[in-house]
Protein backbone atom coordinates (compact mmCIF):
# COMPACT_ATOMS: atom_id res chain seq x y z
CA UNK A 1 0.00 0.00 0.00
CA UNK A 2 2.00 3.03 -1.23
CA UNK A 3 0.61 5.86 0.37
CA UNK A 4 2.72 8.50 -0.92
CA UNK A 5 3.78 8.05 -5.36
CA UNK A 6 6.32 9.55 -7.29
CA UNK A 7 5.40 8.47 -10.93
CA UNK A 8 8.07 10.02 -13.09
CA UNK A 9 11.31 7.74 -11.85
CA UNK A 10 13.69 10.24 -14.13
CA UNK A 11 13.50 14.09 -15.15
CA UNK A 12 15.96 15.94 -17.33
CA UNK A 13 15.88 19.46 -17.55
CA UNK A 14 18.48 22.39 -19.13
CA UNK A 15 20.38 24.56 -16.84
CA UNK A 16 18.04 27.87 -16.10
CA UNK A 17 14.85 26.25 -16.97
CA UNK A 18 12.40 25.40 -14.40
CA UNK A 19 12.24 21.78 -13.23
CA UNK A 20 9.32 20.56 -11.69
CA UNK A 21 8.84 17.68 -9.80
CA UNK A 22 5.00 15.89 -8.96
CA UNK A 23 4.17 13.67 -5.98
CA UNK A 24 0.32 12.06 -5.17
CA UNK A 25 -0.92 10.79 -2.29
CA UNK A 26 -3.62 8.53 -0.99
CA UNK A 27 -4.34 9.33 2.65
CA UNK A 28 -6.44 12.53 2.96
CA UNK A 29 -5.07 12.61 7.00
CA UNK A 30 -1.76 13.75 5.95
CA UNK A 31 -0.93 17.10 7.50
CA UNK A 32 2.40 18.18 6.69
CA UNK A 33 4.69 17.24 3.22
CA UNK A 34 8.49 17.28 2.99
CA UNK A 35 11.12 17.57 -0.04
CA UNK A 36 14.45 15.55 0.40
CA UNK A 37 17.14 15.46 -1.69
CA UNK A 38 19.75 12.69 -1.41
CA UNK A 39 23.03 12.74 -3.95
CA UNK A 40 24.89 9.82 -3.98
CA UNK A 41 26.32 7.97 -1.10
CA UNK A 42 24.88 10.57 1.06
CA UNK A 43 21.43 10.52 3.34
CA UNK A 44 18.79 12.69 2.38
CA UNK A 45 18.74 16.29 3.37
CA UNK A 46 15.85 18.49 4.23
CA UNK A 47 14.84 20.86 1.51
CA UNK A 48 11.74 22.30 2.21
CA UNK A 49 8.16 21.40 3.65
CA UNK A 50 4.20 22.53 3.82
CA UNK A 51 1.43 22.19 6.13
CA UNK A 52 -1.59 20.87 4.96
CA UNK A 53 -3.33 24.40 6.06
CA UNK A 54 -1.00 25.96 2.94
CA UNK A 55 -1.20 26.03 -0.46
CA UNK A 56 2.49 27.32 -0.98
CA UNK A 57 5.78 27.33 0.35
CA UNK A 58 8.79 29.71 -1.23
CA UNK A 59 12.38 28.92 -0.33
CA UNK A 60 15.06 31.27 -2.52
CA UNK A 61 14.99 28.88 -5.53
CA UNK A 62 12.26 26.13 -4.31
CA UNK A 63 8.70 26.65 -4.25
CA UNK A 64 6.40 23.83 -3.05
CA UNK A 65 2.42 24.01 -4.20
CA UNK A 66 -0.48 21.97 -2.44
CA UNK A 67 -3.05 21.12 -3.97
CA UNK A 68 -5.04 19.01 -1.05
CA UNK A 69 -8.08 18.06 -3.44
CA UNK A 70 -6.27 16.28 -6.26
CA UNK A 71 -3.67 14.70 -3.00
CA UNK A 72 -1.02 16.13 -5.02
CA UNK A 73 2.04 18.13 -4.06
CA UNK A 74 4.84 20.02 -6.63
CA UNK A 75 7.91 21.02 -6.31
CA UNK A 76 9.55 23.70 -8.31
CA UNK A 77 12.82 24.87 -8.61
CA UNK A 78 13.87 28.20 -10.25
CA UNK A 79 16.49 28.27 -12.03
CA UNK A 80 17.67 24.74 -12.43
CA UNK A 81 21.21 24.54 -11.67
CA UNK A 82 23.72 21.07 -12.09
CA UNK A 83 24.30 21.32 -9.04
CA UNK A 84 20.14 20.47 -8.10
CA UNK A 85 21.21 16.91 -9.94
CA UNK A 86 19.95 14.60 -7.74
CA UNK A 87 17.30 12.14 -6.54
CA UNK A 88 14.33 13.83 -4.97
CA UNK A 89 12.08 12.28 -2.55
CA UNK A 90 8.45 13.76 -1.59
CA UNK A 91 7.65 12.49 2.04
CA UNK A 92 4.38 12.73 4.35
CA UNK A 93 3.63 12.55 7.77
CA UNK A 94 0.18 12.61 10.19
CA UNK A 95 0.37 15.36 12.73
CA UNK A 96 -0.29 12.65 15.32
CA UNK A 97 2.74 10.35 13.84
CA UNK A 98 6.61 10.62 14.39
CA UNK A 99 6.56 8.55 10.84
CA UNK A 100 7.71 10.02 7.34
CA UNK A 101 6.33 8.18 4.72
CA UNK A 102 8.66 8.44 1.40
CA UNK A 103 7.39 8.23 -2.02
CA UNK A 104 10.06 6.31 -4.89
CA UNK A 105 12.25 9.20 -5.47
CA UNK A 106 12.78 11.07 -9.04
CA UNK A 107 16.51 11.50 -10.48
CA UNK A 108 16.88 14.95 -11.30
CA UNK A 109 19.32 15.75 -13.92
CA UNK A 110 20.00 19.35 -14.87
CA UNK A 111 21.80 20.02 -18.21
CA UNK A 112 24.30 22.53 -18.84
CA UNK B 1 26.55 20.58 14.15
CA UNK B 2 28.35 17.22 13.51
CA UNK B 3 25.06 16.13 12.20
CA UNK B 4 23.87 12.33 12.27
CA UNK B 5 27.04 9.44 12.18
CA UNK B 6 26.64 6.17 11.48
CA UNK B 7 29.27 3.42 11.51
CA UNK B 8 30.66 1.42 9.31
CA UNK B 9 29.77 2.97 6.22
CA UNK B 10 30.12 -0.58 4.55
CA UNK B 11 29.47 -3.79 5.35
CA UNK B 12 29.84 -7.20 3.62
CA UNK B 13 29.20 -9.94 5.46
CA UNK B 14 27.79 -13.58 4.63
CA UNK B 15 24.83 -15.19 4.47
CA UNK B 16 23.82 -16.41 8.20
CA UNK B 17 26.37 -14.11 10.03
CA UNK B 18 25.34 -11.44 12.40
CA UNK B 19 25.98 -7.65 12.10
CA UNK B 20 25.58 -4.74 14.09
CA UNK B 21 25.51 -1.01 12.81
CA UNK B 22 25.90 2.23 15.08
CA UNK B 23 24.24 5.43 14.89
CA UNK B 24 25.29 8.41 16.76
CA UNK B 25 22.15 11.36 16.53
CA UNK B 26 22.64 14.91 16.43
CA UNK B 27 23.66 15.53 20.45
CA UNK B 28 20.26 17.29 21.55
CA UNK B 29 17.80 15.65 19.34
CA UNK B 30 15.87 12.91 21.51
CA UNK B 31 14.29 11.07 18.60
CA UNK B 32 15.74 8.81 16.55
CA UNK B 33 14.92 6.62 13.60
CA UNK B 34 16.16 3.96 11.39
CA UNK B 35 14.66 3.26 7.91
CA UNK B 36 15.89 0.83 5.11
CA UNK B 37 16.25 1.83 1.64
CA UNK B 38 16.50 -0.23 -1.45
CA UNK B 39 17.35 0.64 -5.07
CA UNK B 40 14.88 2.02 -6.65
CA UNK B 41 13.06 3.02 -3.72
CA UNK B 42 12.61 5.32 -0.97
CA UNK B 43 13.29 5.34 2.12
CA UNK B 44 11.36 2.44 4.48
CA UNK B 45 10.20 3.33 8.09
CA UNK B 46 12.14 0.37 10.48
CA UNK B 47 12.04 1.80 14.11
CA UNK B 48 12.01 5.06 16.16
CA UNK B 49 12.76 6.04 19.53
CA UNK B 50 11.54 8.42 21.63
CA UNK B 51 14.49 8.96 24.22
CA UNK B 52 15.33 5.28 25.42
CA UNK B 53 12.13 3.74 24.60
CA UNK B 54 11.11 1.91 21.40
CA UNK B 55 7.42 3.22 20.22
CA UNK B 56 7.41 1.80 17.17
CA UNK B 57 8.80 -1.36 15.08
CA UNK B 58 7.73 -1.85 11.51
CA UNK B 59 5.77 -4.88 10.41
CA UNK B 60 9.03 -5.04 7.67
CA UNK B 61 11.01 -6.01 10.77
CA UNK B 62 11.09 -9.72 11.57
CA UNK B 63 12.02 -11.04 14.96
CA UNK B 64 15.77 -11.29 13.21
CA UNK B 65 15.89 -7.53 13.68
CA UNK B 66 16.37 -5.43 17.15
CA UNK B 67 17.24 -1.93 17.85
CA UNK B 68 18.51 -0.51 21.11
CA UNK B 69 19.21 3.36 21.86
CA UNK B 70 20.47 2.53 25.70
CA UNK B 71 20.26 6.14 28.01
CA UNK B 72 18.79 8.13 25.10
CA UNK B 73 21.99 8.87 22.90
CA UNK B 74 23.27 6.31 20.27
CA UNK B 75 21.72 3.42 18.86
CA UNK B 76 22.65 0.35 17.62
CA UNK B 77 21.15 -1.72 15.04
CA UNK B 78 21.45 -5.70 14.70
CA UNK B 79 20.06 -8.13 12.30
CA UNK B 80 20.85 -11.61 13.41
CA UNK B 81 21.26 -14.90 10.92
CA UNK B 82 21.87 -12.04 7.93
CA UNK B 83 20.10 -13.24 4.38
CA UNK B 84 20.55 -11.81 0.76
CA UNK B 85 17.45 -10.20 1.13
CA UNK B 86 18.69 -7.59 3.62
CA UNK B 87 21.46 -6.29 1.20
CA UNK B 88 19.98 -2.24 1.41
CA UNK B 89 21.21 0.82 2.71
CA UNK B 90 20.18 1.29 6.34
CA UNK B 91 19.87 5.31 7.35
CA UNK B 92 19.49 6.31 10.74
CA UNK B 93 17.85 9.88 11.06
CA UNK B 94 17.16 12.16 14.28
CA UNK B 95 15.05 14.77 15.02
CA UNK B 96 14.52 17.55 17.43
CA UNK B 97 11.77 17.06 20.65
CA UNK B 98 8.72 19.55 20.54
CA UNK B 99 5.64 19.38 18.37
CA UNK B 100 6.56 16.72 15.37
CA UNK B 101 4.47 18.84 12.79
CA UNK B 102 7.20 19.33 9.95
CA UNK B 103 9.94 19.71 12.42
CA UNK B 104 12.36 17.65 9.63
CA UNK B 105 14.39 14.30 10.31
CA UNK B 106 18.11 14.70 9.59
CA UNK B 107 19.51 11.91 8.30
CA UNK B 108 23.22 10.07 8.40
CA UNK B 109 24.84 8.62 5.21
CA UNK B 110 23.71 4.99 5.70
CA UNK B 111 25.24 1.97 6.26
CA UNK B 112 25.38 -0.12 3.20
CA UNK B 113 25.00 -3.72 4.04
CA UNK B 114 25.68 -6.82 1.29
CA UNK B 115 24.98 -10.50 2.46
CA UNK B 116 26.92 -12.24 0.10
Known amino acids: DQQVKQNSPSLSVQEGRISILNCDYT??????FLWYKKYPAEGPTFLISISSIKDKNEDGRFTVFLNKSAKHLSLHIVPSQPGDSAVYFCAARMDSSYKLIFGSGTRLLVRP | DTGVSQNPRHKITKRGQNVTFRCDPI?????LYWYRQTLGQGPEFLTY????????KSRLLSDRFSAERPKGSFSTLEIQRTEQGDSAMYLCASSSPGRTGNSPLHFGNGTRLTVT
Open chain 2, 49 to 56: FQNEAQLE
Open chain 1, 27 to 32: NSMFDY
Open chain 2, 27 to 31: SEHNR
